[in-house]
């Protein structure tokens, strides 16, 4: 999983590798965003659409977040508890907003 953390903040040109650290952004809430690339702490990996929900790890469904962002998007939004206190339509704004955010930073292999 590691390893497909750091291919996704690769592919995401608001991330800079300095030192052992990635540099970067939270794909949720856009806040600024580090991690150590040996273990990975300091980020999350985010399935935009849960691998529950048939989300795959293709590159386009993939984001780096904070812990704590990834945390609450699971939680409030992707559980049943979510189902219950938001709408479809808003799920699915929701996860529109995040794809798109996700291919206006993508940068592809040259
Ligand atoms: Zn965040």
């Known amino acids: 999983m590691n390893r497909l953390l750091i291919e996704t903040a ?3 040109y608001t991330f800079a590798r300095s030192g052992s650290q990635w540099i970067g952004k939270c794909l949720i809430c856009n806040g600024n965003l580090s991690f150590d690339e040996p273990t990975g702490v ?3 990996l ?3 659409v849960p691998r529950s929900r048939g989300g795959t790890n293709d590159p386009s469904n993939l ?3 904070h812990p704590s962002c990834n945390a609450e998007k699971g939680r409030n939004w992707d559980s049943r508890r979510g189902r219950q206190r938001h709408t479809v339509e808003e ?3 929701l996860l529109d907003r995040l ?3 996700r291919e206006e930073r993508r940068r592809f292999p040259e």
Do not use: F
């Open 10 to 12: 690769a592919s995401d």
């Open 42 to 44: 300091g980020a999350n």
């Open 46 to 48: 985010e399935h935009i």
């Open 63 to 65: 984001g780096v977040t």
């Open 91 to 93: 799920y699915q704004a």
């Open 99 to 101: 794809l798109q955010r």
